[in-house]
Structures are given as structure tokens and as C-alpha cells.
């Protein structure tokens, strides 16, 4: 069952790769699982908040470079058990990595990273404040910034 779960992460990475707008706002790539996350922006922030359940935060990293936004680190394996048959295998561990291009320029000494219990919350303020319109791919008359 999980090399299923593997083959359809990388099956969902060549998708996103194929499918992707590269002129979209965020773009994102990755490596290892996929830890799901959420980036929006506010007036002066740039926001991802990704689910991280069971990452310590010595084992987190991220990182910025210019518009790409680095999340890396590995949850460890909980202790193992003597004898045991699954029924249901969904929880991943190991290394993760995730690049996510981000739409405006921010100023690199200002990032924070708050741990939420469970979820990571990584801010990034804005070199300029303001909101730019965000494409909404699941509702046809939200407006389309490249034009």
C-alpha cells in the first residue's frame, strides 16, 4: 500500500509540473511527501501555513530566496511496535521538501515561523504592502492578474 501512496504523490507532482501555469502566483514542487499547506496573503504578509503534525522543530527548515520559498525537514518514525497488522496505513514519514514560488518580493530578515500544534505558520512581510488580485481557479469570474 505504500508504494501506491508513493506512486500517486509522483503521479500528482508530474501533473502539477504538466498542468502549472508558471505565471501563476504559487507554484509549488517537492520532494519526498507531501505535507499539505495553505499560502495566502494578507495587506503586508505573505502566509503559509503548512500541517506538519509530529515535526519537532529542530527537524523543520525553511529557508527564502528571492521568490522561493524553501520548507524542508523529516518526521521521524514513532517507536515501532513488536507484532502488528495494519488495517489502514496514511500517516508518511521520512525527509520532505516543498518549493513554493511566492508572487512578491519580501523582506528576508522579517520571516517568522510559529508552531500552532500540529501546523507550522511561516510569515513573510512584504516589501510593498497592498493586495494583488489572486487568480481563483475554482471560481471562473475571479479575476485573472496577467491580464
Known amino acids: 500500500m505504500r ?13 502539477e509540473d504538466y498542468f502549472s501555469d508558471h505565471d501563476r502566483p504559487i507554484y509549488s514542487a517537492s ?10 496573503e494578507t495587506e503586508n504578509e505573505i502566509i503559509c501555513m503548512v500541517e506538519l503534525a509530529g515535526v519537532a522543530p529542530q ?14 525537514g523529516e518526521r521521524r518514525e514513532l517507536p515501532s511496535f513488536e507484532k ?11 525527509a520532505f521538501e516543498r518549493h513554493i514560488t511566492i508572487p512578491e518580493s519580501v523582506i528576508p530578515d522579517k ?15 512584504k516589501v510593498k504592502p497592498g493586495l ?3 487568480p ?3 471560481d471562473p469570474a475571479s479575476p485573472d492578474p496577467r491580464r
Not at 3 to 15: A, K, Q, Y
Request: aromatic share 12%.
Open 3 to 15: 508504494d501506491f501512496h508513493n506512486l500517486s504523490e509522483e503521479i500528482e507532482l508530474v501533473l
Open 31 to 40: 520532494k519526498g511527501f507531501l505535507p499539505p499547506l495553505d499560502c495566502f
Open 59 to 72: 527537524d523543520l527548515k525553511v529557508t527564502q530566496r528571492k521568490h522561493v520559498l524553501t520548507i524542508s
Open 84 to 94: 502488528r497488522r495494519y488495517h489502514k496505513m496514511e500517516l508518511d514519514f521520512g
Open 111 to 125: 520571516m517568522s515561523i510559529e508552531n500552532l500544534g500540529g501546523f507550522y505558520l511561516i510569515r513573510l512581510k
Open 132 to 134: 494583488k488580485p489572486f
Open 136 to 138: 481563483n481557479e475554482h
